[in-house]
């Protein structure tokens, strides 16, 4: 071979291995995206693959896919509760309370949905040896058929928001769903199906022909998993999915449509009341008052979160404007100083606890945290954890007495009533409480026996304003927004619970 | 070289057993599968069940013990995340990493070799410089700002290629390509310094001096010769490639075994961990041993000394 034929040869190669390949997909990659606005699947890129579908599973990656397969007796929404699977419901006693049931309903194996089937995959989730991680936000209760389409549920102690509760409780067909909590293929009675569930690629649902309800528009969808938010981003811009789930501030792009939704998530600090340092009340008082909250919403989350001054969202019951959590770093020096010359010792030093990019920016709210306590003069250092070790510090029955943590967590209430809230963060019998206090548990205890309506809101509004001027217990930071991508081919809104109701969508 | 082949196997079976002990060990370290599995809120019951279900409150002599029976018999249980079995599991996920990393190992054979050939005929020129170019960006660059580059660039901007995910060819190219990138850098720079280096040789400049053409020199002695640092430096970047894919594959959404780690990682899913940490060191354990053969055979002085 002579010298002159090597570069020829080296450019050849170069071009079969980039262009050349390059210019064969063009055709193909162009095909892919006329048979995405074909009214082809409705393609929906989520940030993760859910763990798997199981009834007693919740959670932003399981329930935009799962609530399309199975449907609940009631269903949460903005204008209330709106029955799904119970046609009415009345309390019977003060901890009974009876579903009427949706009649000639089938679940997309052919066979009947019943009083005894809900009742069976209500009693499942709620067995321990399920492991279903909805229990927790649900109070202790037994489901049994009364007949063929009453369900009589039987709760442990009064509760009068129980319907809300069931929105939780979605039914599956009780054979397809046995044993723990990992069900892969639940048979529901919803809209969709599962038709194929290739793991790490997609999920595939198709129509269910036999429902119930209203035939959706959409007959397939796919759910893609992409973790990169530029890569979500880029699907919509490039017709290959319709809908990106939460994509960042910095690849919202002008090619596509895109909806911004307040989420129920909302980051909050705990500061321990054990320590010293955080034991005054005036000290966790100037925390919450040095934090700059409008910088962390518009530079750490790019305008995508709107300052919190309760760690629940203003949708949820209880919320008032009456607490408001003003930016005043001077008057927070002032506490602390106050607080200084009444003797508090402010010299142990805080450890900030957080979960490893949980919520988002978890770091970055951390640092923002540590520049905020030393301007207060008190010293801090961060400390990052996987979930496993940060669940074993924030969930703790008793807190250390030498501890001295102020811990990031979030807070995602979907129920729009705060009594989970409340249950988790407020009332002492919970792990997750740090300033005990009896006579907010009575109040806390008074105000759930109370049935959904103005004077149950406004016992949970003064619940939460006596919180706040007597404890003071959390630092909310701020409510965070979800921002969507979505294809200019299809009309459909986002959710703030995150959920996709695919039967919601329509083409363009 | 038979000897020398089973004393090979016997280290690699050992190194294997010793590196699952390890991982099994240190993932029992990292927290409570039970608090990540179930949320924040869940009650202790549910805990206490979970654990009970997937024998977590076993002692660690006797949760060890389980785990080398089913070595034993490849029963690595079943996945805690999803309830599959968790060898199953990764298998299954083992032939689109296969295909990743293989495209990427061709494209870098195919690019590297001519280039650094092409670089040592001509030391200094044009394509010299451009071999040192392309070499220092594709070891420097970070694998995930190459591969939303290539997203941008490809899939967005001139829409030849899909961003991500699975389907036809065209759906690999940008996943290896980018894979690709950093083998590409490195092969192409021990291709060049290797024929650099045998056309100093006596022996190359014998044969030139005595009138053989130059392609003849090139390919029946320098070439060959010049082979042996390249299929080293090649074997260690084939699994390497397995690394760079757990970043390739998250980006891309390729359903391989990356983006399985990664998922089983997060999730703390030890069962299958541990079948990814046995398959992937099967496949690292079973290519070394390749390697050394291919290498003992090319050069009887590997056998010599290392037998």
């Known amino acids: 071979m002579g010298r002159k034929l090597w570069l020829p040869l080296v450019l050849g190669v170069l071009a079969t291995a980039c262009g050349g390949t390059d210019e064969g997909a063009g055709d193909e990659a162009g095909g892919d995206r006329q048979t995405a606005t074909d009214k082809g ?134 054979a397809s769903v046995e044993g723990t909590n990992r069900a892969r293929d639940p048979v529901g009675t919803g809209p ?88 005054d009340i005036r000290v966790r008082r100037a925390i919450n008052q040095a ?63 957080i979960r490893e990019n ?27 954890m996987g979930k496993g070790l940060w669940v074993g510090h924030a969930k703790v029955d008793q807190i250390p007495p030498d501890r001295c943590a102020i811990i990031l967590s979030s807070h995602e209430n979907a129920s729009r009533d705060p009594a989970q809230t409340l249950q988790i963060y407020y009332h002492s019998s919970a792990a997750q409480v740090n300033v005990p206090d009896e006579q907010l548990d009575r109040m806390i205890e008074e105000a759930m026996a109370l049935a959904p309506g103005p004077q149950r809101t406004a016992a949970m509004e003064e619940i939460f304003i006596y919180a706040h001027e007597e404890l003071a217990p959390l630092i909310p930071v701020v409510h965070l927004q979800a921002i969507y991508g979505i294809s200019p081919d299809i009309d459909w809104r986002p959710r703030s619970d995150g959920i996709i109701f695919v039967k919601d969508v329509s083409w363009n | 070289m038979l000897e020398f082949a089973v004393r090979r196997a016997g280290q690699s079976v050992l190194a294997l057993l010793i590196l699952l002990s390890v991982v099994f060990a240190v993932s ?35 949760q060890f013990g389980r785990f080398v029976m089913g070595l034993l018999t490849l029963d690595f249980g079943e996945s805690l995340y999803t309830g599959l079995p968790a060898l199953q599991l990764v298998l299954q996920r ?10 990427a190992l061709v494209i870098s054979v195919l690019v590297s070799i001519p280039l650094g050939l092409a670089a040592a005929r001509r030391p200094g020129s044009l394509i010299d410089r451009l071999q040192q170019l392309v070499s220092l960006a594709g070891m420097s660059m970070p694998t995930f700002w ?12 001139l829409g030849w290629l899909p961003t991500s995910g699975t389907g036809g060819w065209q759906h690999v190219v940008l ?24 056309l100093k040789a006596d022996h190359i400049r014998t044969a030139i001096s005595k009138g053989m053409s130059e392609r003849r020199v090139l390919a029946r002695h320098a070439l060959r010769n010049s082979l042996t640092p390249y299929l080293i430096v090649a074997s260690d970047q084939i699994l390497r490639l397995l690394n760079g894919s757990v970043v390739i594959e998250v980006i891309f959404g390729w359903p391989g075994i990356g983006s399985l780690t990664i998922e089983a990682v997060i999730a703390r899913d030890f069962p299958v961990l541990l079948a990814i940490v046995f398959v992937v060191s099967v496949i690292i354990v079973a290519g070394n041993f390749i390697v050394d053969l291919i290498h003992a055979a090319l050069d009887p002085r590997v056998r010599i000394v290392r037998a």
Request: contains cysteine; glycine residues 6%.
């Open chain 1, 192 to 279: 969709y199906v599962v038709e194929e569930w290739r793991a790490g690629s997609h999920i595939l649902l198709s129509r269910n022909d036999d429902y119930w309800g209203d035939q959706p528009e959409v007959e397939n969808v796919r759910f893609v998993f992409r973790s990169a938010s530029s890569v979500r981003a880029a699907m919509v811009e490039t017709g290959e999915a319709h809908i990106a789930v939460t994509i960042s501030p910095q690849d919202v792009s002008d090619a596509f449509e895109t909806a911004k939704v307040m989420t129920i998530g909302t980051p909050f600090f705990r500061a321990d009341a054990v320590c010293p340092t955080t034991s």
């Open chain 1, 291 to 353: 934090l700059n909250r409008e910088a962390i919403a518009e530079q750490l989350y790019g305008g995508a979160a709107t300052p919190a001054h309760m760690i629940i969202t203003p949708i949820i019951a209880g919320y008032t404007d009456e607490i408001r959590m003003p930016y005043d770093p001077e008057g927070a020096k002032a506490l602390v100083a106050a607080a200084r010359a009444d003797g508090a010792d402010l010299s142990h030093e805080m450890t900030i606890m």
């Open chain 2, 175 to 198: 996943p290896a390509l980018s894979l690709a990138a950093r083998p590409i850098g490195m092969l192409s720079q021990v291709a060049r310094s290797g024929l650099l280096e045998q």
């Open chain 2, 146 to 157: 190459l591969a939303i580059l290539l997203i941008v660039v490809f899939a967005v901007t």
């Open chain 1, 41 to 174: 699947p409705l393609v929906v890129a989520l940030p993760t693959e859910p763990r798997n579908l199981d009834p007693g599973s919740a959670g932003t990656d399981v329930m935009p896919v799962q609530r399309n397969i199975l449907e609940p007796l009631v269903r949460v929404s903005e204008d209330g509760l709106i029955p799904v699977l119970a046609t009415s419901w009345e309390r019977v006693s003060e901890t009974e309370w009876l579903f009427h049931l949706q009649e000639g309903v089938s679940f997309s194996n052919g066979k009947p949905f019943t009083a005894e089937a809900a009742a069976a995959s209500i009693n499942r989730v709620l067995d321990p040896a399920t492991a279903a991680d909805v229990l927790g936000a649900i109070s202790s209760m037994e489901a049994s058929a009364q007949s063929r389409y009453e369900l009589l549920i039987t709760t442990e102690e009064p509760n009068p928001i129980l319907p809300i509760e069931m929105y939780l409780l979605p039914i599956a067909e009780p």
């Open chain 2, 28 to 62: 029992r370290l990292t927290g409570d599968p039970a608090n990540l599995y179930l949320p924040v809120t869940a009650p202790e019951e549910a805990r206490e069940a979970f654990r009970q279900a997937f024998g977590l409150n076993d002692p660690f002599v006797v």
């Open chain 2, 94 to 103: 083992l032939p689109a990493t296969a295909v990743l990393a293989g495209t």
């Open chain 1, 358 to 384: 949980f919520p988002r920016n978890s770091s970055e709210l951390a640092q923002v945290m540590q520049a905020t306590l030393s301007d207060l003069g008190i010293a801090s250092h961060i400390q990052t």
